[in-house]
């Protein structure tokens, strides 16, 4: 197994620095990769958050989990990577300094934007020695996800890693053009993603469900036998979703709260103008479980204001 010209041999728990770029003052910003062989041979698993830098659970996650030596293998190898917009988390910020999207840039290129470059040092020097993966996300622009596995769920081996981690939500999800996942697939590797809290915060209960869905999931493949209790709950598969989207511009005030599950028609919340002329009832076009929440009160007209799984 080599990571970034540096060897590491069965048996071996090494850290490699990456290096991708300098800051205009010429501070080398480089990727941390934490990398853990077992002397047993097995699948190699990716555990990687901070694609978007903003986006802390999941760095969070992947720190936990190396801090309580999760990351050390039974059988075959784990590749731990934190942070890999570093930009974007120095910066509080989703995307790299020129505004672009790390997960909208793959397969990336060597020569091309900061975005690209570091897609193409993913798909390079470390997607094709994976069998598997989780990228670890929340929700964006203010936005709480319940947690949840995204994947295809028509894919057989896909839909075995998500049941094996069983989060509370899993949701069918289609490849979203020029992200790591697709990259991925193309190359036959198995990306699962975890979403959990919002940017910016970090959200303990999507930590822990993070935290011991991987473990389910590196039980259920070989790399690890360590113990870990099944919840209580029963995981919801969602094969479709919706937005409910703002009927007028506005002040939003929610009824609901996210995994409450709702029914048609019901009333989910209320739109008031600042200057107490109006206000309106929002109400929910579907049946189904509230996956994703909108947690900027300050609306216009057309906002995505809740995600429904619809069964």
């Given at each position: 197994?080599?990571i970034?010209?540096?060897?590491?041999?069965?048996?071996?728990?090494?850290?490699?620095?990456?290096?991708?770029?300098?800051?205009?003052?010429?501070?080398?910003?480089?990727?941390?990769?934490?990398?853990?062989?077992?002397?047993?041979?097995?699948?190699?698993?990716?555990?990687?958050?901070?694609?978007?830098?903003?986006?802390?659970?999941?760095?969070?996650?992947?720190?936990?989990?190396?801090?309580?030596?999760?990351?050390?293998?039974?059988?075959?190898?784990?590749?731990?990577?934190?942070?890999?917009?570093?930009?974007?988390?120095?910066?509080?910020?989703?995307n790299?300094?020129?505004?672009?999207?790390?997960?909208?840039?793959?397969?990336?290129?060597?020569?091309?934007?900061?975005?690209?470059?570091?897609a193409?040092?993913?798909?390079?020097?470390?997607i094709?020695?994976?069998?598997?993966?989780?990228?670890?996300?929340?929700?964006?622009?203010?936005?709480?996800?319940?947690?949840?596995?995204r994947?295809?769920?028509d894919?057989?081996?896909?839909?075995?890693?998500?049941?094996a981690?069983?989060?509370?939500?899993?949701?069918?999800?289609?490849?979203?053009?020029?992200?790591?996942r697709?990259?991925?697939?193309?190359?036959?590797?198995?990306?699962?993603?975890?979403?959990?809290?919002e940017?910016?915060r970090?959200?303990?209960?999507?930590?822990?469900?993070?935290?011991?869905?991987?473990?389910?999931?590196?039980?259920?493949?070989?790399?690890?036998?360590?113990?870990?209790?099944?919840?209580?709950?029963?995981?919801?598969?969602?094969?479709?979703?919706?937005?409910?989207?703002?009927?007028?511009?506005g002040?939003?005030?929610s009824?609901?709260?996210?995994?409450?599950?709702?029914?048609?028609?019901?009333?989910?919340?209320?739109?008031?103008?600042?200057?107490?002329?109006?206000?309106?009832?929002l109400k929910?076009?579907?049946?189904?479980?509230?996956?994703g929440?909108?947690?900027?009160?300050?609306?216009?007209?057309?906002?995505?204001?809740?995600?429904?799984?619809?069964?």
């Amino acid at each position: 197994m080599i990571i970034n010209n540096t060897e590491v041999k069965p048996g071996e728990t090494t850290g490699v620095e990456v290096h991708i770029a300098k800051l205009p003052s010429r501070t080398p910003i480089d990727i941390p990769v934490t990398v853990a062989r077992a002397v047993k041979p097995g699948p190699v698993l990716l555990l990687m958050g901070g694609l978007h830098g903003d986006e802390i659970n999941g760095i969070e996650i992947v720190r936990r989990i190396i801090e309580n030596g999760h990351h050390i293998p039974e059988k075959g190898t784990v590749i731990c990577i934190p942070i890999i917009n570093i930009y974007g988390f120095i910066n509080f910020s989703r995307n790299v300094p020129d505004g672009k999207d790390v997960n909208r840039s793959f397969p990336g290129n060597k020569n091309g934007s900061l975005a690209s470059r570091i897609a193409y040092y993913l798909m390079q020097d470390i997607i094709p020695k994976i069998d598997y993966g989780i990228d670890y996300h929340t929700g964006g622009a203010d936005r709480d996800n319940y947690p949840q596995v995204r994947c295809l769920l028509d894919d057989p081996v896909n839909l075995e890693l998500a049941r094996a981690f069983y989060a509370p939500v899993t949701v069918h999800a289609t490849y979203r053009p020029n992200s790591l996942r697709q990259s991925a697939a193309k190359l036959g590797k198995h990306i699962i993603v975890y979403e959990g809290g919002e940017s910016s915060r970090l959200n303990e209960y999507a930590i822990a469900h993070g935290i011991a869905g991987t473990i389910r999931m590196m039980n259920k493949i070989g790399i690890s036998s360590a113990p870990v209790a099944r919840p209580e709950y029963k995981n919801q598969e969602f094969w479709h979703s919706s937005w409910i989207r703002a009927r007028t511009s506005g002040i939003f005030q929610s009824l609901v709260k996210c995994g409450d599950e709702i029914q048609k028609n019901q009333q989910v919340g209320t739109i008031t103008d600042p200057f107490g002329e109006y206000r309106v009832q929002l109400k929910s076009h579907t049946a189904g479980q509230v996956i994703g929440l909108n947690n900027d009160p300050v609306l216009h007209q057309g906002d995505a204001v809740m995600h429904i799984g619809v069964s």
